[in-house]
């Protein structure tokens, strides 16, 4: 069970759950093909946007695996990206995080920020004993940051899914609770 206090607060930024008045913010960047490029959801439309929105609104806690915690990522105000951690199993205590910036605050370690956040949260609050990260393998700025947040390589899939009418190959990272408390 996950019940963040927020706002939470990191270096820079500011992270809280969605809410209805940021559709505008949010349309404007995952709207993006560079951004939605390498993303499941990727609609661009403002009524598929409205439909993730309305769905992310409802992410601000983890109380049953598979239930996904999604956050607004914040800069003096300003929504400028989604960070999220996934509860992805109960009883083998694992986790699974992502997420997406703005390609105007790209660049400037946002996502690395939030998303270690996500990390502290997963391991020191919900008591995780793994989390991983999957990209695919042309996304290098998302398997980038998980490299400098000390996640390992675990696996390239080859060809592991159709993606986007497409064979991709994925990267999965991840790292151990005894890991994040011992960097490696
Ligand atoms: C994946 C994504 C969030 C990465 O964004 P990003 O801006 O490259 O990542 P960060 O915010 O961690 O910034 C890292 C960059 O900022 C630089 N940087 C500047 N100041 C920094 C700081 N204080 N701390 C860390 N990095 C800093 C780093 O050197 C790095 O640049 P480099 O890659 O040229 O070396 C972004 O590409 C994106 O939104 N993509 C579309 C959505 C997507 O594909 N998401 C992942 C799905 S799996």
Redesign the pocket.
Known sequence: MLRPDYPIRTARLVLRPFQEDDLDVFHAYRSLP??HR??YNDTASREGVAELLARRINEHELTEEGQRLALAVCLDEEVI?DVALKWTNEANRQGEI????HPAF???????EAAAHMLKLGFEDLGLHRIQA??DAR?E??W??ME?LNMRREAHLRHHELFKGEWGDSYVYAMLAEEYREPI
């Open positions: 560079e951004v390498y993303l990206g992502g997420y997406s910036l790209q660049g400037k370690g946002y996502a690395q999957e990209c996304n700025p998302s980038r940051v400098r």
